[in-house]
Nanobody
Framework: VQLQASGGGLVQAGGSLRLSCAASGRAMSPSGMAWFRQAPGKERTFVAAISWNSDNTRYADSVTGRYTISRDNARNTVYLHMNNLKVEDTALYFC?????????????????????WGQGTLVTVSS
């Protein structure tokens, strides 16, 4: 499956963005999907994940209450709604397709659990 992330850009602190990740080739379902991010000079870190039927979501502590992950399986697209953005949210954001349908508490944040990755979309938050 090919994953194409889009929606990044430059936004002021306190602003909002919506990222999209469109899957082509094999459908997204029945796989969990996730977003990770990588800031300059830092490791890739988990942001959010959603199960294949949207009945379960998980978030990194740093984005809880500000970000919302959602998906539309009919459109093979997963979204990341980002509100109240902070300068420290600046990063390259990647979407990823899980090897599993669910998103377990001990596995959702582990990059090795994801078989396919998009190319990333850059989010820059200015002060």
């Amino acid at each position: 499956v090919q994953l194409q992330a889009s929606g990044g850009g430059l936004v002021q602190a306190g602003g909002s963005l919506r990222l999209s990740c469109a899957a082509s080739g094999r459908a997204m379902s029945p796989s969990g999907m996730a977003w990770f991010r990588q800031a300059p000079g830092k490791e890739r870190t988990f942001v959010a994940a959603i199960s294949w039927n949207s009945d379960n979501t998980r978030y990194a502590d740093s984005v809880t209450g500000r970000y919302t992950i959602s998906r539309d399986n009919a459109r093979n697209t997963v979204y990341l709604h980002m509100n109240n953005l902070k300068v420290e949210d600046t990063a390259l954001y990647f979407c990823a397709k899980s090897r599993l349908a669910g998103i377990g508490a001990s596995t959702a944040a582990n990059p090795s659990g994801y078989a396919d990755w998009g190319q990333g979309t850059l989010v820059t938050v200015s002060s």
